[in-house]
T-cell receptor
Framework: GAVVSQHPSRVICKSGTSVKIECRSL??????MFWYRQFPKQSLMLMAT?????????EQGVEKDKFLINHASLTLSTLTVTSAHPEDSSFYIC?????????????FGQGTRLTVV | AQSVTQLDSQVPVFEEAPVELRCNYS??????LFWYVQYPNQGLQLLLK??????LVKGINGFEAEFNKSQTSFHLRKPSVHISDTAEYFC????????????FGTGTSLTVIP
């Protein structure tokens, strides 16, 4: 299957700083990328959907000014957690698909464990 | 709107015993159905998917699932589990032909007991 690479896999940052997480599709062009957040022992909660070249669509309750998403190319989407606080500590996962070629499944990155201290 | 219900949050099972993880969904439109596995601190790996055609779908690691439209279910089964199957399992749906987001169930934690 297609490969989605997420970087970094783990990051620790100080409260008040910003953290950028990258999601890359390595061997395919991703027209659509999704960002999820997962709390311990819980399911994935969709944060936003981003289509290449357009603004991301955020789910209700997700602050778009805090979680900045950029999908500037067909192989890269970034999630920036701005002014991070301890409550932002979580596992963040991206997934990607190419709708134009008829992808029926989304391919997932390995996740990023963010710890804000 | 679509929703997914995984009825069992935790399933303990002895090694080499069969297991069934239940998943029910609701949708007013055609959907694709998926089962993913997640190992600790990792992303999701696709086990199998149902798009159309045969209702019995075989996936990796000896897992299979059966789509039952009348019962709106997509239960996951394995005839004989191994220790290495201990993980979190997620059922998911997406609306067919839309490239839309995936809706996940709350997950089932499978623990295989030696």
């Amino acid at each position: 299957g297609a490969v989605v690479s997420q970087h970094p896999s783990r990051v620790i940052c100080k409260s008040g700083t910003s953290v950028k997480i990258e999601c890359r599709s390595l061997d395919f062009q991703a027209t659509t990328m999704f960002w999820y957040r997962q709390f311990p022992k819980q399911s994935l909660m969709l944060m936003a959907t981003s289509n290449e070249g357009s603004k991301a669509t955020y789910e209700q309750g997700v602050e778009k000014d805090k979680f900045l998403i950029n999908h500037a190319s067909l192989t890269l989407s970034t999630l920036t957690v701005t002014s991070a606080h301890p409550e932002d500590s979580s596992f963040y996962i991206c997934s990607a698909l190419n709708f134009l070629v008829g992808d029926t499944e989304a391919f997932f990155g390995q996740g990023t464990r963010l710890t804000v201290v | 709107a679509q929703s997914v219900t995984q009825l069992d949050s935790q399933v303990p099972v002895f090694e080499e015993a069969p297991v069934e993880l239940r998943c029910n969904y609701s949708s007013s439109v055609s959907v694709y159905l998926f089962w993913y596995v997640q190992y600790p601190n990792q992303g999701l790996q696709l086990l199998l998917k149902y798009l159309s055609g045969s209702t019995l779908v075989k996936g990796i690691n000896g897992f299979e699932a059966e789509f039952n439209k009348s019962q709106t279910s997509f239960h996951l089964r394995k005839p004989s589990v191994h220790i290495s199957d201990t993980a979190e399992y997620f059922c998911a749906v997406s609306v067919a032909n839309t490239g839309n987001q995936f809706y996940f169930g709350t997950g089932t934690s499978l623990t295989v007991i030696p």
